[in-house]
């Protein structure tokens, strides 16, 4: 039995922060209620590295901070002008390859990239609209999947699953070909508890509880009040 | 030498149309029509798409009367997942209400004030540049003052119901997501972001008494102008009384006789359809039993003064009373008297959100009821220019399969054109020459029906609409747009 290793110390943007050895650099971050933003993390789910929203620099080199470990000694650059545009560049990239019309969306106030943007004050993207056809399909009983929203963090194909652990969603082509699946048998096995969840779990309104949208009056969803990473930056006090 | 006059854009109506006015060798009018470019593209934009999501994608059709389409289509959506209209929780009835009158409310005040008023002060020959709101502003501050806050009172109300003053949530298919806390109900009833409740009422009344001596004064344009008979639509409650909310379909004719009485409008398919005439992408709405020549109506306040029996709030039914007296109890049909309904509808929506506010069932909890799914609803609702109409099918993985909108500025379009006939032959017909006031003056006769053309056009946000002059082989030979 190894004993328990000491903290390690790391910087971010020059602020000395602890951590446990073998955490991620945005795990550790958040311990010292440092927000670097991400969109495809899910505490909990394997890490995927797939949105690069959470891009930090160290020693020049660019990593993702959901899946690098942090070391000892670390300088970690995360709120920095350059590194922030490059964040606001991927979140605009991530609207213009989808159709998001915000204001007749369901997730609406609850949705992490439509946060992200107020967060990162995006206007108009920088990139031409894609407008990619795409539709609307039936995901078993419970749920309906909004293809055109969906931006593949792949959270659902990590974290939705039936009761005996078969993974619901999947991933079909690749690259800006890449779609989600799903397993129509496994998707009408899921309960009402497990539909709400992987509704809660879709960072955007891709994956649709049935008749459920609205239900929450504007001025008390999620991110109406405060913007989102508040919580996270609130622990530091 | 025989001419065409094209009106377009049409100034202060909301959306994009266009009036041409044919005149012959002697400057007589040959025709006349109003166009307004229908797009049907929300029917098909709302294809697919999950049905729980129509009420705050189609309120999108319109930025001045969004909650109408809002609570149409929830109405319409209440019946897919089995709940009837009054199968609803009372405080899901009684939010939805209150929100549907705080709009009226704002919408009827906006349309006096900012559109009506301007030709009524200062009359039709004025010099453009002071005849709009600025210039009611500028010569009659007090007027422009309560212009902004009763229709900021109707957004406040809006604000407390939907969560936001445009194109909110609110209303969901079985109910509503929020009640009424004490805290938006003190605010609306003391008065806060707007004057309160009883100030607006009083404010309400002043402006029908306004509207009263103006008539007074002015018998004759006010009398006269634009009035031609014609049929009346428009939903009544159980007992007859106005209801902007809901009820059952009646239709009346120019003489007070019923057409329609009691009619559900899950049946509208069944007594109404819609006529398509090659010159207007707009169709033509008539009552069946009528048929094309004849079942032509009204929609709208006029009409639904028309064809209820009585107002359920005291002092809109006392203007009411002395507005049926006008007429020996008979159907108004004089164009202008729609500003005399609009303000008196104005009063009552007033009362009726006072009453509401006192009510207790809007700080009860139970907000959403269920039933049986089916895969069809219709909504219909008052909305402030008239019945509105929204018909929905949905499949068996609840996306919409089918939609169809017949909008208020919809079942307008003939009143609209007769009163644009009306406009060109009493004011244009025999003139040599053609000038802004007398242009004006057709579009007096549009702007009573308040056509919402971004509704009928049923298109994303506004468009303009201006006026040309053709000789009868197609040169342009003037050109008038504001
Ligand atoms: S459906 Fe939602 S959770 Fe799944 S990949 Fe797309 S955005 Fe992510
Ligand atoms: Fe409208």
């Not at chain 1, 009408?188 to 929450?216: H, N, W, Y």
């Not at chain 2, 029908?208 to 009544?236: I, T």
């Not at chain 2, 907000?367 to 008052?382: A, C, P, S, W, Y």
Request: aromatic share 8%.
């Amino acid at each position: 039995m190894s004993k328990p290793k000491a903290r390690i110390s790391f910087t971010v943007d020059g602020k000395k922060c602890s951590a446990a050895p073998g955490q991620t650099i945005l795990q550790a971050a958040k311990d010292n209620g440092i927000y670097i933003p991400a969109l495809c993390r899910w505490e909990g789910f394997k890490p995927a590295g797939a949105c690069r929203v959470c891009t930090v620099r160290v020693g020049g080199r660019y990593m993702a901070a959901c899946t690098q470990p942090v070391t000892d000694g670390m300088a970690v650059e995360n709120d920095v002008p350059d590194l922030q545009d490059m964040r606001k560049a991927l979140i605009e990239m991530l609207f213009v390859e989808g159709n998001h019309m915000c204001p007749t969306c369901e997730k609406s106030g609850n949705c992490e990239l439509q946060a992200l943007a107020y967060r990162f004050l995006m206007l108009v993207p920088r990139f031409p609209f894609q407008f990619p056809a795409r539709r609307v399909e039936p995901a078993g009983k419970k749920i309906l999947l909004e293809h055109n929203r969906c931006i593949k963090c792949l959270r659902c194909v990590r974290g939705v699953r039936t009761r005996d652990n078969k993974a619901v969603f999947g991933t079909l082509r690749r690259s800006r070909d890449k779609k989600i699946s799903v397993d129509q048998v496994l998707a009408s096995a899921l309960t009402d508890k497990q539909a709400r969840q992987a509704m809660d779990r879709c960072p955007v309104g891709s994956i649709l509880k049935k008749e459920v949208g609205f239900a929450v009056p504007i001025g008390r969803r999620k991110y109406d009040k405060e913007p989102i990473g508040s919580d996270v930056e609130k622990a530091r006090g | 030498m025989a001419r065409k006059i094209v009106i377009e854009p049409v100034t202060r109506v909301e959306g994009h149309g266009k009036v041409t006015i044919r005149l012959d060798d002697r400057n007589n009018v040959a025709s006349s029509r109003l166009h307004i470019v229908e797009f049907r593209g929300f029917e098909r934009f709302v294809q697919g798409r999950p049905y729980w999501e129509a009420p705050v994608l189609v309120q999108r059709l319109c930025g001045i009367c969004p909650v109408s389409h809002h609570l149409a289509a929830a109405k319409a959506m209440d019946q897919v997942i089995g709940v009837e209209a009054d199968g609803l929780s009372p405080t899901a009835e009684k939010m939805r209400r209150l929100m549907h009158y705080g709009q009226m409310f704002q919408s009827h005040a906006l349309h006096f004030f900012h559109l009506a008023a301007p030709d009524l002060l200062f009359g039709a020959d004025a010099d453009p540049a002071v005849r709009n709101v600025i210039g009611i502003a500028l010569t009659n501050k007090e007027l422009a003052t309560r212009a902004v806050l009763l229709r900021k009172f109707g957004q406040e109300v809006i604000l407390a119901t939907a969560g936001k003053k445009i194109h909110g949530t609110g209303a969901v298919p079985g109910g509503i997501n929020k009640n009424l806390s004490i805290e938006e109900r003190d605010a609306l009833l003391q008065g806060a972001g707007a004057p309160a409740i009883e100030t607006m009422i009083d404010w309400a009344e002043e402006a029908v008494e306004f509207l009263k001596d103006y008539h007074a004064k002015n018998r004759a344009l006010m009398d006269g102008f634009a009035a031609f008979p014609s049929n009346h639509l428009g939903l009544v409650g159980r007992d007859g009384a106005l209801d902007f909310y809901h009820g059952a379909m009646r239709a009346v004719d120019a003489g007070g006789k019923r057409i329609l009485d009691d009619v559900d409008y899950r049946d509208y398919l069944k007594y109404i359809a819609e006529e398509v005439r090659t010159w207007s992408y707009m169709k033509f709405p008539y009552l069946k039993s009528l048929g094309k020549a004849e079942g032509w109506y009204r929609v709208g306040p006029l009409a639904r003064l028309n064809v209820c029996d009585f107002i359920p709030t005291p002092r809109a039914q006392k203007q009411f009373e002395a507005f049926r007296a006008y007429t020996g109890g008979k159907p108004n049909n004089m164009s202008l008297h729609m500003h005399w309904a609009r303000l008196i509808e104005l009063l009552h929506s007033g009362e009726v959100i006072r009453e509401l506010l006192l009510d207790p069932d809007l700080q009860k909890t139970e907000l959403v009821r269920k039933g049986r799914k089916r895969g069809e609803g219709v909504g219909l609702v008052e909305a402030p220019r008239g019945t509105l109409f929204h018909h929905y099918r949905v499949d068996e993985n609840d996306q919409i399969s089918m939609a169809n909108l017949i909008v208020s500025t919809t079942n307008n379009n003939e009143p609209m054109n007769r009163a644009v006939h009306w406009g060109a032959m009493n004011v244009l017909s025999g003139k040599r020459d053609i000038t802004e006031g007398m242009l004006n003056r057709v579009e007096i006769a549009i702007r009573a029906y308040d056509p919402c053309l971004s509704c009928a056009t049923h298109a994303l946000g506004r468009m303009p609409l201006a006026v040309e002059l053709y000789d009868t082989g197609g040169n342009l030979i003037d050109r008038k747009a504001r």
